[in-house]
């Protein structure tokens, strides 16, 4: 897939604001859409706690929001449990599908990994009470002290980065995304993906991020990955999305970038967050997985466990 003339450019560099005239009609539509939600949200599953303790094995909690056990260990990625992806509780995108395993009756997690500050992957409820049990967190440079603010003890990384934590190693990766949580604080924390690498596994869990060569570039640097968790879901109106968030076809080339083995597409079906129906993401995604030849390529329903 050939980028283009602004996908190039560099990754740490947030997008330009849209303007205006794409910008307020979009906002109009999410406001409508968060009072009368539409249907479409992803399906749904009972979990079962035994397949918590599979190894390795991954569930979906929602969104960007996975636990996975590798080597031993369990981590979650972008833990978000709030009802809405907002910093109001009586306004913003409400979670359309309950969080696939309770944060009350998550077993013991020895860490957790953040992508970036946004809302529906920054949850500063989830933070503290992770915290409260004594889960560690990893994050790009700034968003430490998110995780500070609420109790939480957190690694802050730049990209290209490694901290060890347990027996697993943690890169931090770059994506091409933006930053804030507010009128004046954008992009002062940096975004990033992670690569969690075990004895006998890697994964990848891409955050938040439009479609750019660094894809390429991981895989170049560590090596081809087990599992690729990559976001496939809120990218209409494409004038002001494509730059920050891959359409499903950008996805099955991330992945075929990444040599992943295994890729699940994610950030669809839990909050209603762009134009596009809410079921059409993982339809086009595995569409598009079969005819560019990506094998084991899938979308999870939510609760459900796997090993990879």
């Known amino acids: 897939m050939t980028e283009t003339a602004d996908a190039a450019r560099d990754p740490r560099v947030g997008p330009g604001h849209p303007s205006p005239g794409i910008v307020l009609p979009f906002l109009w539509r999410r406001l409508r859409v968060s009072l009368r939600p539409r249907s479409g949200a992803a399906q749904q599953v009972a979990y079962a706690p035994s397949a918590l303790d599979l190894d390795p094995g991954v569930t979906w909690i929602g969104h960007a929001s996975f636990l996975l056990r590798l080597d031993g260990m369990r981590f979650l990625t972008d833990p978000v449990f709030a009802e809405r992806a907002s910093p109001l509780s009586f306004a913003g995108p409400p979670r359309l599908v309950a969080a696939g395993v309770p944060l009350s009756e998550l077993p013991k997690v020895d860490f957790a990994v953040i992508s970036h500050d946004h809302y529906d992957h920054a949850d500063l409820g989830a933070i503290r009470s992770l915290a409260?049990?004594?889960?560690?967190?990893?994050?790009?440079?700034?968003?430490?002290?998110?995780?500070?603010?609420?109790?939480?003890?957190?690694?802050?990384?730049?990209?290209?980065?490694?901290?060890?934590?347990?027996?697993?190693?943690?890169?931090?990766?770059?994506?091409?995304?933006?930053?804030?949580?507010?009128?004046?604080?954008?992009?002062?924390?940096?975004?990033?993906?992670?690569?969690?690498?075990?004895?006998?596994?890697?994964?990848?869990?891409?955050?938040?991020?439009?479609?750019?060569?660094?894809?390429?570039?991981?895989?170049?640097?560590?090596?081809?990955?087990?599992?690729?968790?990559?976001?496939?879901?809120?990218?209409?109106?494409?004038?002001?999305?494509?730059?920050?968030?891959?359409?499903?076809?950008?996805?099955?080339?991330?992945?075929?970038?990444?040599?992943?083995?295994?890729?699940?597409?994610?950030?669809?079906?839990?909050?209603?967050?762009?134009?596009?129906?809410?079921?059409?993401?993982?339809?086009?995604?595995l569409a598009e997985a079969a005819a560019r030849g990506l094998a084991n390529a899938s979308v999870m329903r939510v609760g459900e466990t796997r090993t990879f």
């Open 132 to 285: 409260r049990r004594g889960v560690r967190f990893v994050v790009p440079v700034g968003v430490g002290e998110l995780v500070r603010g609420v109790g939480g003890d957190a690694v802050e990384l730049d990209w290209w980065q490694t901290a060890d934590v347990g027996g697993l190693r943690v890169h931090c990766v770059p994506a091409q995304h933006f930053s804030g949580r507010g009128l004046f604080d954008r992009n002062r924390r940096l975004w990033a993906g992670f690569v969690v690498e075990g004895a006998s596994r890697r994964v990848y869990h891409a955050g938040d991020t439009g479609y750019f060569r660094g894809f390429a570039e991981i895989a170049a640097r560590l090596g081809p990955v087990d599992l690729a968790l990559l976001p496939i879901g809120a990218y209409l109106p494409r004038a002001m999305m494509q730059r920050v968030h891959m359409d499903p076809a950008e996805a099955v080339q991330a992945a075929l970038d990444l040599r992943a083995r295994a890729t699940v597409g994610m950030h669809c079906g839990t909050f209603d967050l762009a134009d596009e129906d809410l079921a059409e993401p993982p339809r086009r995604f």
